[in-house]
């Protein structure tokens, strides 16, 4: 339906699969960014702040002839920031720490397009079950937890058995808000 290519500037198979399915043509263009930020910005800030650096990346190497798409997504549990972890050891604190709770999962997004650009950020409530330490084993074990934000995937197995309900956009857990970035491709396609 949609014969116009985006250059999605990540190497997420999660991002790259939503845009294929919505029926974009999909050109992958990993970046290598520092994801560091300023201290004083805050746990809402931050995606939006590194989504931004990975267009400033993007466009060092591409022009936006084609669609540029960059995106960022956070875990915030109890007002603190839970990242990539970097170990098994801070995999089993992240799902400890959201067990049993809820959490905000905000995804910002960038697009470009022929000197134009657009900016979008979604947040969606996830309410976990409390998880017992089998399962979280378990998930470690056998899923890979280490590229994502909060150590989970919700399409992953713990999606199924460990949350209870979310409050607002699934795909934007997965890693892209589809409808709110399809909405938005078609803005910068037709202006």
């Not at 134009?116 to 309410?127: A, D, G, H």
């Not at 056998?142 to 460990?162: C, R, V």
């Amino acid at each position: 339906m949609n014969q116009q290519k985006i250059i999605l500037g990540s190497g997420s198979p999660r991002r790259k699969q939503l845009l294929s399915e919505m029926g974009f043509q999909i050109e992958i263009c990993p970046l290598d960014i520092d994801e560091s930020y300023p201290e004083n910005l805050s746990c809402e800030e931050i995606a939006s702040f590194i989504a931004n650096q990975k267009m400033k990346a993007l466009k060092e190497i591409r022009d936006d002839k084609d669609v540029l798409l960059t995106a960022d997504t956070t875990v915030v549990s109890k007002n603190q920031l839970l990242g990539k972890p970097k170990d098994v050891e801070n995999a089993k604190w992240m799902l400890n720490q959201l067990s049993g709770k809820s959490h905000i999962v905000n995804t910002a997004v960038e697009l470009s397009y022929l000197g134009q650009s657009e900016k979008l950020s979604c947040y969606t409530e996830v309410y976990f079950n409390t998880l017992n330490e089998q399962q979280i084993q378990y998930y470690i074990e056998n899923h890979n937890p280490f590229d994502k934000a909060g150590s989970y995937g919700i399409q992953d197995w713990i999606g199924l058995i460990a949350i209870a309900k979310i409050k607002g956009s699934y795909t934007n857990v997965v890693g892209l808000p589809s409808d709110e970035c399809y909405k938005t491709i078609q803005k910068l396609l037709n202006t």
